[in-house]
T-cell receptor
Framework: GAVVSQHPSWVICKSGTSVKIECRSL??????MFWYRQFPKQSLMLMAT?????????EQGVEKDKFLINHASLTLSTLTVTSAHPEDSSFYIC???????????????FGAGTRLSVL | EDKVVQSPLSLVVHEGDTVTLNCSYE??????LLWYKQEKKAPTFLFML????IEKKSGRLSSILDKKELFSILNITATQTGDSAVYLC???????????FGTGTRLKVLA
C-alpha cells in the first residue's frame, strides 16, 4: 500500500520558536497533500491543501502566516509553525492524495502525525 | 452545509461480538465515501465506496453504501481487542479532493 512518512513524531519547543514538520510520500507521487490538526478525542480538522508547485489553500480561520506550507516536490510537503505559542500545541497529521487520472480514485494516505508541545 | 454524521459516538463490546457503525452524510454531488481506522496515530485506510449496494469486504470487516438513503455502515464481526480504535468516515468533497470527516466512533473491545 501507499506509505506516507511524517517527521518528527514528537517535538517540544519554547514559545516564540518555529517548528518544521515534514510529510513525505515514500512510494508514490502526490501532487496534493493535506495538513490536519486533531484535538484530543476529536476528529480531523483540515487546515490546508498543499499543491505541488503552487501556493497552499487554507481553510477558513487558519492563519497562513502562522502555518507556512511548502510543497516543493511531488513527494514532500512541509508545515512550519512560526512563532509557536502554547495554544498551537496539538497533534498535526498530514496526508497525501493517491489518485490516478481515469481511475476515479481519490484516496488519502496518512502520516503518523506529529505531536507538538509548546512550552 | 455539507456534513457527515457518525453514530454511535462510542461503543463498548466484548470480544466475539458483532458491531455496526453508521455514517450518514449530506454532501452535494457525492463522489465517494471512505472508512478509516485510527488507533494511536495515523488513520489507516479501510474501504472506499462509490457505488450503492456493493459490499466491500476485508476479513472480518465489511462495508456497504446506500446512495439513496445517504448512509454507509461498517460491520465488524467476531470482534477482537485489536479492533479497538476510532473509526472515521469521510466523504470526498466534489472538485477539491478534500474530505469531510465525521466525528468518529470510538470502539472499545473488552477481552
Amino acid at each position: 500500500g501507499a506509505v506516507v512518512s511524517q517527521h518528527p513524531s514528537w517535538v517540544i519547543c519554547k514559545s516564540g520558536t518555529s517548528v518544521k514538520i515534514e510529510c513525505r510520500s515514500l512510494d508514490f507521487q502526490a501532487t496534493t497533500m493535506f495538513w490536519y490538526r486533531q484535538f484530543p478525542k476529536q476528529s480531523l480538522m483540515l487546515m490546508a491543501t498543499s499543491n505541488e508547485g503552487s501556493k497552499a489553500t487554507y481553510e477558513q480561520g487558519v492563519e497562513k502566516d502562522k502555518f507556512l506550507i511548502n510543497h516543493a516536490s511531488l513527494t514532500l510537503s512541509t508545515l512550519t509553525v512560526t512563532s509557536a505559542h502554547p495554544e498551537d500545541s496539538s497533534f498535526y497529521i498530514c496526508s497525501a492524495r493517491y489518485g490516478r487520472a481515469g481511475e476515479g480514485k481519490n484516496i488519502q494516505y496518512f502520516g503518523a502525525g506529529t505531536r507538538l508541545s509548546v512550552l | 452545509e455539507d456534513k457527515v454524521v457518525q453514530s454511535p459516538l462510542s461503543l463498548v463490546v466484548h470480544e466475539g461480538d458483532t458491531v455496526t457503525l453508521n455514517c450518514s452524510y449530506e454532501v452535494t454531488n457525492f463522489r465517494s465515501l471512505l472508512w478509516y481506522k485510527q488507533e494511536k496515530k495515523a488513520p489507516t485506510f479501510l474501504f472506499m465506496l462509490t457505488s450503492s449496494g456493493i459490499e466491500k469486504k476485508s476479513g472480518r470487516l465489511s462495508s456497504i453504501l446506500d446512495k439513496k438513503e445517504l448512509f454507509s455502515i461498517l460491520n465488524i464481526t467476531a470482534t477482537q481487542t485489536g479492533d479497538s480504535a476510532v473509526y472515521l468516515c469521510a466523504v470526498e468533497h466534489p472538485g477539491t479532493y478534500k474530505y469531510i470527516f465525521g466525528t468518529g466512533t470510538r470502539l472499545k473491545v473488552l477481552a
